[in-house]
């Protein structure tokens, strides 16, 4: 009998979706798990999804949190926000009052993290409705030009750069991880100054 090699799992990256009621959240998710627009959907509480993917070369697993927008969740929201390692903060193109979310969802997830730069792409969706659009491109731009953060559309009907948003986000999450793994390795290779003590 052969030993079956131990298998390695996957780099784990946590993804944590954020942003108002109905801009569309859970159908991002449900089109990028399961390759399907939902047009209907029951307002979420806060899902929970997992898929392994091969990002650029190397599988990994995506952890996705779909959290709820509604108010009434937000006590929970905080520690949502401590575990996961990136966010995509989605607004509604169609809808202004989104955007305006938007920054207190950022305000938030900046005060839990207490740092300001964390892997976090900001997500204007429903593309597809620009007839009805009500944040103008230049607004929503300059919105994450003053975050220092990526800002991309979406459709989550046309699927148009659904994989983009979670991909580009993965690759800053594993980004940060590298960074900080070679931080803490430099860490330990620096030699501890010895401490005197005083005995009183």
């Not at 090699?5 to 991002?28: F, N, R, W």
């Not at 300001?116 to 792409?121: D, G, N, Y």
Request: hydrophobic share 35%; proline share 2%; charged share 35%.
């Amino acid at each position: 009998m052969t030993s079956k090699k131990e298998e390695v799992s996957p780099l784990l990256h946590k993804v944590i979706i954020v942003g108002s009621g109905s801009t569309g959240k859970s159908a991002l998710t449900l089109q990028f798990m399961y390759d399907e627009f939902v047009e209907d959907y029951e307002p979420t509480k806060a899902d929970s999804y997992q898929k392994k993917v091969v990002l650029d070369g190397e599988e990994v697993q995506i952890d996705i949190l779909d959290t709820a927008g509604e108010e009434d969740y937000a006590a929970i929201r905080d520690n949502y926000f401590r575990s996961g390692e990136g966010f995509l903060c989605v607004f509604s193109i169609t809808q202004d009052e989104s955007l305006q979310a938007a920054k207190e969802f950022r305000e938030q997830i900046v005060r839990v993290k207490g740092k300001e730069t964390i892997p976090f792409i900001l997500v204007g969706n429903k593309s597809d409705l620009t007839d009805r659009r009500a944040v103008t491109l230049a607004n929503a731009r300059a919105q994450a030009e003053e975050w220092k953060v990526p800002y991309v559309e979406t459709s989550a009907k046309t699927r148009e750069n659904v994989d983009k948003v979670f991909f580009d986000l993965m690759r800053e999450i594993r980004a940060r991880k590298m960074d900080t793994d070679g931080n803490n390795k430099k860490e330990k290779d620096k030699p501890r100054k010895k401490i005197k003590c005083t005995i009183l």
